[in-house]
C-alpha cells in the first residue's frame, strides 16, 4: 500500500491512501464447487402414531387383505334393519350413464379405466370411518388397491364359484388388454397385472350395467356397503 500526499496550500493538506491488487486473480470457472449450505439443526423429534407397514408379501395373500378389510360385527338387529339410504341419500355412487350393451359402444381398457376409479372409491370409504391420519389413508388403500390385492381378491372370487357365466366372459375380456410395460406390470409380473385388470373391467361393467350385483361383488371382496354412520354409532358404544 503507498500513500500518496498532496499540498495544494500550507492551510490545506490531504492525505490519500491508494492500494494495489499485485497478486494474479484465477479465471472463473463455472464447474468449480460452491459454498455447501447450512447445516439446519434437526427438528424436535416427537411420537408418532404407529402406521400400517406394507411389504409386498402381505399384499399377495387374502389373508392379510382380509384382515386389512375386516370390520367388527355389528349387532343383530341393526343387520336386521339394514339402512337402504347412505348419508341420507338413495344412491352414494355417481350415476353412471345410461348403457345397455357397454360392450359394444366400449372397449375393455376403457371399463378397466373406470372400474379402477370405481374400486379405489369402495376402498376409500371403506377406510374412510373411524378418521385416521392422512398418512394411513393413503397406506390402507395402497394396500387393497394395487395389483397384486386385486389379483389374490379375485382368486378368491373364482374359488367361491361366486361368478356367473356372463362375468367370467368379462373377466376373459378384460385380461387381453393390450398394455404398454409400466413399473407397476414389471414389479407384478404380465400375468398378475392381467388378471387384476380383467377384475377393475368386471367393476366397470358392473358400475354401467347393474349397480346392486356390483354391491354385492364389493360386499364379498369385504368392503362395506352400508351406510358408516352405523359403523360409527358401534364404535361409539364400544368407546363408552
Known amino acids: 500500500m503507498q500513500t500518496l500526499s498532496v499540498a495544494s496550500s500550507p492551510a490545506l493538506r490531504l492525505r490519500i491512501r491508494a492500494s494495489w491488487d499485485t497478486q ?11 459454498k ?36 367388527p360385527k355389528q349387532e343383530e338387529k341393526e343387520t336386521e334393519k ?21 360392450r359394444s359402444i366400449f372397449n375393455a381398457a376403457s371399463l378397466a379405466y373406470i372400474g379402477d376409479c370405481i374400486y379405489e372409491l369402495y ?4 377406510f374412510l370411518f373411524p378418521p385416521l391420519s392422512i398418512e394411513e389413508y393413503n ?33 376373459r375380456w378384460g385380461k387381453n388388454i393390450n398394455s404398454s410395460k409400466t413399473r407397476t406390470k414389471k414389479r407384478a409380473g404380465a400375468a398378475v397385472y392381467n388378471r387384476a385388470s380383467s377384475l377393475e373391467t368386471l367393476v366397470g361393467f358392473l358400475y354401467l350395467t347393474n349397480v346392486n350385483r356390483l354391491e354385492k361383488l364389493m360386499l364379498k371382496l369385504g368392503f362395506s356397503t352400508d351406510s358408516s354412520s352405523m359403523q360409527l354409532m358401534l364404535e361409539e358404544r364400544t368407546i363408552v
Open 24 to 34: 494474479e486473480r484465477l479465471s472463473y470457472n463455472p464447474n468449480a464447487p460452491r
Open 82 to 102: 339394514k339402512d337402504e339410504l347412505y348419508l341420507g341419500l338413495e344412491q352414494w355412487l355417481p350415476s353412471p350413464p345410461k348403457v345397455q350393451k357397454p
Open 36 to 71: 455447501p449450505p447450512k447445516k439446519t439443526p434437526p427438528l424436535s423429534t416427537s411420537k408418532t402414531p404407529e402406521t400400517l407397514t406394507l411389504t409386498a408379501s402381505t399384499s399377495k395373500s387374502y389373508e392379510a387383505i382380509s384382515q386389512l378389510l375386516k370390520r
Open 123 to 126: 376402498a376409500r370409504r371403506h
Open 139 to 171: 397406506d390402507r388403500v395402497t394396500a387393497v388397491v394395487r395389483c397384486e390385492a386385486q389379483d389374490a381378491l379375485l382368486q378368491k372370487l373364482l374359488q367361491d364359484n361366486f361368478l356367473s357365466e356372463q362375468e367370467r366372459d368379462v373377466l
